[in-house]
């Protein structure tokens, strides 16, 4: 399944296969929501950002840190959000970067880790348009 997957993925960053199959486990499999213009299930994005972040704030805490920039960079957990980032097209990017801004909220440690991992992929961004598209959610 893929939560299994997932899990696999997040605790040994394997299999490689993980990346290739995730998009299109977020793609919406009813004909009636692609023909409504709606490609993607933003239930299971929500679900998919809520539930990496918390095990990366629960993993970065059992090593005794606090999430920041160095400590969310180079992990399974980022490799996710990275891939999203750069494999989706223009909507599912923007559906997934407005599912990690709809997590800022309270100060609390879950909304400090989703700044940080969009300071992360803003800075890390390979073309502009991932840049711009960041900037535009956070504007709205």
């Given at each position: 399944?893929?939560?299994?997957?997932?899990?696999?993925?997040?605790?040994?960053?394997?299999?490689?296969?993980?990346?290739?199959?995730?998009?299109?486990?977020?793609?919406?499999?009813?004909?009636?929501?692609?023909?409504?213009?709606?490609?993607y299930n933003i239930s299971m994005i929500n679900?998919?950002?809520?539930?990496?972040?918390?095990?990366?704030?629960?993993?970065i805490r059992a090593k005794g840190q606090s999430?920041?920039?160095?400590?969310?960079?180079?992990?399974?957990?980022?490799?996710?959000?990275?891939?999203?980032?750069?494999?989706?097209?223009?909507?599912?990017?923007?559906?997934?970067?407005?599912?990690?801004?709809?997590?800022?909220?309270?100060?609390?440690?879950?909304?400090?880790?989703?700044?940080?991992?969009?300071?992360?992929?803003?800075?890390?961004?390979?073309?502009?348009?991932?840049?711009?598209?960041?900037?535009?959610?956070?504007?709205?």
């Amino acid at each position: 399944t893929f939560k299994k997957d997932l899990d696999s993925f997040l605790k040994n960053r394997a299999p490689v296969s993980f990346f290739s199959e995730l998009r299109t486990n977020l793609q919406s499999s009813s004909s009636g929501s692609a023909d409504a213009g709606m490609r993607y299930n933003i239930s299971m994005i929500n679900a998919l950002v809520m539930y990496v972040g918390t095990q990366a704030i629960q993993y970065i805490r059992a090593k005794g840190q606090s999430p920041n920039i160095s400590t969310i960079a180079h992990s399974s957990y980022m490799d996710i959000f990275q891939n999203l980032a750069v494999d989706m097209d223009t909507e599912g990017r923007y559906l997934f970067l407005n599912c990690i801004a709809n997590q800022l909220r309270y100060p609390n440690s879950h909304t400090h880790y989703y700044s940080c991992c969009l300071l992360y992929l803003f800075q890390e961004a390979n073309t502009e348009a991932i840049q711009e598209q960041i900037t535009r959610v956070l504007r709205s």
